[in-house]
């Protein structure tokens, strides 16, 4: 069956570093005392070898770094190389490292292949029943324990500040691991004995208390299967599957956590403003139900309750393409840590003829490393990255919230004979060298069924200067339109320093709308918000959009609060786009939709 906008999922995934928590404690049930000063007594484990390990056997070591580690988390697999490092760097001035993995969801396999992936040679354990994390009142991964000579806490917290919940920055600010060890190692107390360790919640083994109603085979799968498993499967962005009660069970607690806290669902307009065919937010019913069942320790229930698992077509949330273009004849490398730039991939599809299309999906090749891709046409004649005319060669594009190119019957966008396509790749690398070869696929339909042609435009301003340490600057752009247009979807685009943004309506009757308000911006999240119903904008009409920025120190993405940013396409450089799909409001034939679009050619701003 052909998928409709209306059908697109409200998806709840869990997904990259988003589903991370940066504070502790994050619960008001969970008062936590702080372990500085604690006395680590002898415990035994073994590693994912089967090798008996015991604390003692570190007694000849002047300190302990003790680390918990967990397979899947994002931040544990950037930080599991960096660990390895410091275990180098230190060994021969007597410092032991341990790494531990406590989640119930981790096997010893999966710690085996995050111990060959990091290279790490210091012993990797498996803390069955999470009985070594409760005893260090470990919470998250990655958590670092630092143990003196009389194997007492000394430092807790996080290694250093270089990523963190919706950031990463090009080096470390403070290397506060390394910085306690230092302090010890020149018998000095350590500066900054404590530091917020942000991190995937532990997976512990709870108890399961009488009395719930809620199971998760009776009403916690149907929910996820609803709103998670198009992403927490096989191949997908999601960096673990949530597919069977053994998965997800170790994240019952970080399930609930990114709820409570606004990080998940991946949605941030203000609900106050438009209604949104995609609205990706859980109802209060969903959000009790989940608390229930966290609450009672994750009940399994009976699994004959279980709802038929849910099918998906393998490969593409689009209908079969009918092309598929690569970005590459060859992968292209992408180192295991610092900031990549943006790199453009220039593809020639060899068109001879206007194609006309419907759908359209960037598929990233490794999704670990790939945070978002856009794919421009090229017109003949155009330079540069194939943007020109006002972005208006923008097709699609593949993000963390963002969802494939899904038009409505009668609507296309159109791809002039003789278009090349550019692949804008965003790479985030995740601790290890990856390589990525991802594509585009296509699906068209004959002019003659085209009635409307959908362009994708945008209120941008070029011209933006950004003072330094500037906590909440504002810069906007607006867009006139010369004839009635429909208002299909709104895409609004800034990078590490965005803060709010807002597309307004001002009508020719002298009356305004806000259409979307989106207060808190996350670049980490590039959603595209789908209007419920195609909104009419008259004639005369002007779409504003207001941009907010924050290029203080205060904002942890920001990577250097003491610049003057101007506008480019690099992450440390800013940019001011409002996109909006849009199409003629009058139905008409193909040869009338290819003529000019439906708003003015120029950009208007509003000042800086």
Known sequence: MRATRGLVPRLFCLASLMLLSGTRPVAADEALPSPLGRSITDFALQDYRGKPFRLAELSDQKLVVVAFLGTECPLAKLYAPRLQQLAEKYRSQGVAFVGIDANRQDGVTEIAQLAKAARVDFPMLKDVGNVVADQFGAVRTPEVFLLDGDRKVRYWGRIDDQYGIGYQRETATRTDLAAAIDDLLADRDVTVAETPAPGCRIGRVREVLP??????????????????????????????????????????????????????????????????????????????????????????????????????????????????????????????????????????????????????????????????????????????????????????????????????????????????????????????PQEDLSEVGLVFTDAAK??????????????????????????????????????????????????????????????????????????????????????????GTKLQCTARYDNSADNPANPDPTALVTFGEQTWEEMMIGFFDAAPAAATGPSATAGPSSADDSNDTDGD
Not at 244 to 272: F, Q
Not at 409 to 426: D, E, N, Y
Not at 476 to 496: E, G, N, Q, V, W
Not at 512 to 531: C, G
């Open 211 to 432: 009395g719930s109603e809620v199971t998760y085979s009776s009403q916690v799968a149907r929910i996820l299967q609803e709103r998670c498993v198009a992403c927490h499967r096989p191949g997908e962005i999601a960096p673990f599957a949530l597919q069977s009660y053994a998965e997800v069970a170790g994240w019952a607690e970080t399930i609930r956590e990114v709820i409570h806290d606004g990080r998940m669902p991946p949605w941030h307009a203000n609900p106050a403003y438009g209604k949104f065919a995609n609205d990706a937010r859980l109802t209060p019913e969903e959000i009790r139900t989940i608390d229930e069942w966290v609450a009672h320790g994750a009940p399994e229930g009976d699994p004959a309750e279980l709802p038929e698992a849910k099918q998906f077509t393998a490969g593409w949330q689009i209908d079969t393409p009918d092309a598929v273009f690569k970005m590459a004849d060859y992968p292209s490398d992408i180192p295991a840590e610092g900031v990549v730039g943006y790199r453009h991939f220039v593809v020639d599809p060899g068109f001879t003829e206007d194609k006309w299309v419907v759908q359209a999906e960037a598929r990233p090749g490794n999704r670990s490393i790939v945070h978002h891709i856009i794919i421009f046409v090229r017109q003949p004649g155009e330079g540069g990255q194939g943007h020109g005319g006002g972005f208006s060669g923008f097709l699609c594009a593949a993000a963390p919230g963002a969802r494939p190119l899904i038009l409505e019957p009668g609507q296309a966008k159109r791809i002039p004979a003789g278009s090349k396509l550019v692949f804008q790749m965003h790479y985030t690398p995740n601790g290890t």
């Open 450 to 539: 085209v009635t409307r042609e959908v362009q994708t435009m945008a209120g941008i301003n070029p011209f933006l200067n950004i003072p330094p340490g500037a906590p909440d600057h504002e810069v906007s752009a607006y867009k006139r339109f010369r004839r009635d247009t429909l208002l299909i979807s709104l895409f609004p685009h800034m990078h590490l320093r965005g803060k709010a943004f807002r597309y307004t309506a001002k009508y020719p009757d002298g009356t305004e709308e806000i259409l979307l308000d989106v207060p808190a911006y996350d670049f980490n999240w590039q959603n595209t918000y789908v209007l419920a119903e195609p909104k009419l904008l008259p004639k």
